[in-house]
Each structure stands twice: as C-alpha cells, then as structure tokens.
C-alpha cells in the first residue's frame, strides 16, 4: 500500500511539473499571437479551454490533432486547415500564415518558427531583412519628403497663376468691350460706304448699257444685212419654240469661267466683289498627328470665321474643290481670310475666255467655238469703290481681332472651371508632357490635354482630357480601334519629386492605363503612415 501511495504520489508530481512547465510554454506558446496569449494562458491555469467545439483539455493545445471546430486549439501545427499560424519574427514584420504552410518544409517565417519538426533547417534573418526593409522604408519616406516639398511649391505656383489668369480674363473682357465698340462702328461706317458704292454702281452701269445700246445702234444701222437674221430651211413651230426657248436659257445664264479651272472661283469673287458678301470659304477641315493628311477629326471643324490658333493641324477647304494646309506650327487666322487671298490670287493669275458646255465637261467640243456676236451687249467690269474696300477691310480686320479675342478669353475661362485638385494642386502641370517607351511604342502625356501612342511610323491618339477625380486622370474619345469603340486612357498617379510615366499598359481592348508619379500626388499623412510602419 505504501508502494501504491508513492507511486500515486509520484504520479502527481509528475503532473505538477508537466503543468508547471505548460504554463511557461505557454508564455510564448507557438503560433498564437500576443492578443491571444491571455486566452490561453487562461487555459493552462484552469485546465480547461473553451473553443466553438466545446470545452477540451488544456493538455489538448498544439497536440496535433484537430479538436476545435474553429482550429482554435491547433495555433501552432497543420492539424487544422482553418487555423492561423502567428510568426513573431523578431527584428522585423510579424506575419500569420495558413496553418497549411506549417512544417511543409518551407520557410515563410524569418525566424523559421514555422518549421519547428526540423525537417528543413532555417535560419533566422529576421533582423537582415528588417534592417533592408527600414531601409527602404526611410528612402521612400525621403522620397515622399522631397515630392510633398515640391507639392507645397506647387500649391504656392497655383495660386499665383490663378491670380494672373484672372487678371488677364478681366484685361480681356475690358479689350473685348472696346472690339465691339469698334465693330459697331466700323459696320456702320461700311454700310454707309457700301450705300455710295452701290449708288456709283448703279449709275455707271446705267451709263454703260446706254453707251452699250448706242454702239450696238450705230453698228446696225452701219451694217444692216449683218445684223438681220440669216434664213434657213423652214423649222416645225415645235423645234423653233424650243430652240427660242434653250437661246433664252443661254442668254440668260452665260457661263464665264477662268482657264486652267478657276471658272467657279472667279464667278464667286465677282459675286464677292460685287454684294461686299465673299463666298469663297466652305470651312476649317481639322486633322490629328499634326499634319493635313492626318486623321480626321471632324469633332474639331471650325466655321469659316473661327479662330484657328497655333497647335491645330488640318486645312481650309475653299470653294471649286481648292483647299491650303497647315502643320500645327502657325499663327492664328481664320479659313475665311484664307481662301479670300488664295482664290484671289487664283483671278490674277486667270485668263479668261468663253467656254461652251463640252469645254466644262473637260471633252472635245463636237463643234468650232462660234464667232462672238458684235452686236451682243458688253459686260461692264465690276465696279469697287476704294472707299468701301477699305471699311470692308477694316471691319473685317476688327472683326478677325474680336473673334481671337473672344476665343482667348474662353480658352482662359475654360482652364480655370477645370477641377485641378485639392488646392489647384495640379494647376501648374496643366501642358506638361512626358513619355515613356514600352516595348515598340511611344506613350506621350500632357496634362489636361491629350495622350498619344506613337509607333515610330504613325501617331494615335488616346483621348483628350475628361476629367482629374483625386488622383486619376481620364482622357475620353481618342481615335476609335477598327472595329471597337474610341479609345480611352487613364492615368494614376503616385507621389514622386517630378512629373514622369512609370508603366502603359491596356488591361482592355483600346482602354489604356499609365501609372505616373507627380508631387501633386503627396500628403503628409503618406508619410506619417510610412513612418509609423517603422515605428516612429
């Protein structure tokens, strides 16, 4: 019996020891995380643990096998698949791990708590790799310190620039109301001129055609058999009706036109001439890539009288199929005045003669070119009046003034409607391009304008600007894909000390999407975030 005592009483120091020694593993028990060591520790000083499964012994924790429903008493083996393993990696990052990474002969932990079988050996680089990792921790805190700097710079440039356009809005609009003034004026002084003009017209073709009438007189009273109709053999009334009816038509609309094609330009310059209305300019005919023979971009035609200002590509289509170009280097000008100079220029240089309809058709004629009737009335000469030619000038100079006026003064209200972020952050990067190679292609950005793709042959455009939503950029209706809808670019930026492209991509057919970085892109709080995550 007292052997049986000593044995019994063996038995429990046994136990006292065994729980002694799990109360101190439990202090760092494996792979439970510090905010869960008081429920186990718990465990150890009652004996017992509470998990969703029910209430198991203590001694059932890390025995590797799944007694939990919520794996909650396998913390630091693979017994159950929906527990976490909790690395404490001391000297850097703690992570937690599927407890299915545990003993699968990987290292995921740096300090190798996660392969305790010893299967494979692992060494402890937690304090190398936390050391790197501060590192590049403070370099990319210094980065965000030098982007917010050149941020607060920025914001400071923003205001400024605001300040002077707004000034030159009310510079403009103060211009604006005296041009209209002198437009006002300049149109009555033309109308007035143009009463006189039409007046002096008027009573020298009167005079003309009487001298006209006269010459015609004299010459048939000098040559009567010449001016008699010729007999000829006897008509159906039918065929001499018709025939009256088509010489009538004849009379009544000659066709004059200039040789070499120029025909339909010199009818229009003398109908131009003649009512002070000039219908030469059919329209501003816009292009892509900064070159005419560019794509079309028909969303950007301008009116005869628009300004076309430097940075637009395309050409000014005139009347009688004629057009001029331009690259996207140019002052400003209207098409209107355009094809006034070039169709005039086109009258200078044309001779004139009468064409009969084959000549038109660009055929031979089926029969010689008929002698000149001499007793048919001369034409008189358009008549201008120098006067009137210079109010027309004038108002039309005021006018091109006014209109240029007027498109800078939208341009100016245009850019400061736009959304340029907190501050107007991104106010001074408004124009600013960069670009970037990928592969093949050339990705260009300019901020609140456009995207381009170049590939060395041909240029695309992405889109033009939409809208700035904190810090993307979207750009909406670039030229379409064959076969697909317009393409369309966003751009994501980060913080960084300058404005330039990181990576282009096109997770979507014709959507594409550029990460960049900018100084616009950094706050104060990036930073602090970056500087807690160090521990400071």
């Not at 002969?105 to 790197?132: F, K, P």
């Not at 103060?174 to 006189?196: F, G, H, P, R, S």
């Not at 007189?217 to 001499?240: D, V």
């Not at 000014?316 to 209207?334: A, D, G, K, L, N």
Request: proline share 5%.
């Amino acid at each position: 019996r007292v052997h049986g005592e000593n044995i019994r009483c063996h038995a429990m120091l046994c136990f006292v020891f065994a729980l002694v020694t799990f109360q101190h593993a439990s202090v760092t028990l494996r792979g439970v995380a510090p905010q869960d060591l008081d429920r186990y520790n718990e465990a150890v000083k009652t004996g017992q643990f509470q998990c969703s499964g029910g209430v198991i012994s203590a001694s059932a924790i890390n025995d590797d096998y799944c007694d939990c429903d919520d794996g909650s008493d396998e913390p630091g083996t693979s017994a159950c698949e929906n527990s976490r393993f909790y690395c404490r990696n001391v000297g850097f990052s703690p992570i937690t791990l599927f407890a299915s990474r545990v003993n699968d002969g990987v290292c995921d932990c740096c300090d190798g708590t996660d392969e305790w079988t010893g299967v494979v050996s692992c060494q402890d680089t937690c304090h190398r790799d936390g050391a790197q990792y501060r590192a590049d921790l403070l370099e990319r805190i210094d980065k965000l310190k030098q982007g917010l700097e050149h941020r607060n710079k920025l914001t400071s440039e923003a205001q400024a620039i605001k300040t002077m356009k707004q000034e030159s809005i009310t510079a403009l609009e103060e211009t604006l109301a005296q041009q209209i003034a002198t437009v006002a004026t300049l149109t009555m002084d033309k109308e007035e001129k143009e009463k006189v003009e039409k007046a002096t017209r008027d009573a020298k073709l009167a005079e003309w055609e009487a001298a006209e009438d006269a010459r015609i007189a004299a010459l048939k009273a000098e040559f009567p058999e010449a001016s008699e109709p010729k007999e000829t053999e006897a008509q159906p009334e039918s065929q001499k009706k018709e025939a009256n009816e088509e010489a009538k038509e004849e009379d009544e609309a000659p066709v004059a036109v200039a040789v070499g094609g120029a025909g339909d330009s010199v009818d229009l310059m003398n109908a131009a001439v003649s009512t002070g209305e000039p219908a030469t300019c059919l329209g501003w005919r816009q292009t892509g890539g900064c070159v005419a023979s560019g794509p079309r971009e028909p969303q950007f035609d301008e009116p005869c009288d628009g300004i076309i200002a430097s940075g637009k590509s395309g050409f000014c289509e005139c009347v009688s199929e004629i057009r001029v170009e331009y690259t996207c280097t140019h002052p400003s000008f209207t098409c209107q005045e355009v094809c006034d100079k070039r169709l005039l220029e086109i009258v200078d240089q044309s001779d004139y003669e009468v064409l009969d309809e084959n000549d038109l058709n660009g055929s031979e004629p089926s029969s010689p070119t008929p002698t000149p009737d001499p007793f048919a009335r001369v034409p008189m000469s358009p008549y201008t009046d120098e006067e009137a030619s210079k109010a027309r000038e004038a108002l039309r100079l005021a006018d091109a003034e006014k209109r240029e006026t007027e498109a800078k003064l939208t341009k100016l209200q245009g850019d400061l409607a736009l959304n340029y972020g907190p501050n107007d952050v991104y106010l001074p990067l408004h124009g600013k391009c960069a670009e970037l190679d990928v592969n093949r292609y050339q990705y260009k950005v300019c901020l609140f304008t456009d995207t381009t793709q170049h590939d060395g042959h041909s240029q695309i455009r992405l889109g033009g600007f939409e809208a700035l939503v904190d810090n993307t950029m979207t750009f909406t209706h670039g030229q379409r894909c064959w076969n697909g809808p317009d393409r369309s670019a966003k751009v994501e930026f980060a913080c960084g000390p300058e404005f330039k492209l990181l990576s282009a991509s096109e997770p979507e057919k014709c959507t594409y999407l550029l990460q960049a970085e900018a100084p616009a892109a950094c706050s104060q709080q990036q930073i602090e975030a970056l500087q807690k995550e160090l521990g400071l």
